[in-house]
C-alpha cells in the first residue's frame, strides 16, 4: 500500500510538470530542464550559435511558479544556472532580466522576469 500511494505521488509530480516546448514536438518536463542544467558541464559551453526559448510563452503561471520553487531549492542548479546566465548576458545575448533556468542539447530556456 505504502508502494502504490508513492507511485501515485510521483506521477502526479511528474505530470504536474510536463509541458510542450514550441520547439520541439515531443513533450518536455520541467525535471528535464532541470536535469539538463544540473548536469552541463559550464566549463564546455560556448556561445557560439544559441537557441533560445523563452519559458514564459510555454509555461503557464502556476508552472513557472514552480520551476521557479525547484530552482530556488537546488544549489547546483541554481549555480549553473547563474554561471550560464552571466555568460549569456556577458556576451550580450540575453538581457538582464532573463535567467537560464534549463538546458537541453543546445538549446537554452530562459525565463524573463
Do not use: C, H
Not at 38 to 47: H, L
Not at 84 to 92: E, I, P, S, W
Amino acid at each position: 500500500m505504502k508502494r502504490l500511494r508513492y507511485l501515485a505521488l510521483l506521477t502526479a509530480m511528474l505530470a504536474t510538470f510536463a509541458f510542450t516546448t514550441a520547439a520541439s514536438a515531443a513533450p518536455t518536463t520541467v525535471g528535464t530542464l532541470l536535469s539538463g542544467l544540473i548536469n552541463v558541464n559550464v566549463g564546455d559551453v560556448t556561445v557560439g550559435d544559441v537557441t533560445l526559448i523563452d519559458v514564459n510563452n510555454a509555461l503557464n503561471n502556476n508552472q513557472v511558479e514552480i520551476l521557479k520553487n525547484v530552482l530556488n531549492n537546488s544549489p547546483i542548479a541554481s549555480n549553473n544556472s547563474n554561471i550560464l546566465t552571466n555568460l549569456l548576458r556577458d556576451a550580450q545575448i540575453i538581457t538582464d532580466n532573463q535567467i537560464v533556468v534549463g538546458v537541453l542539447g543546445g538549446t537554452f530556456f530562459i525565463l524573463t522576469q
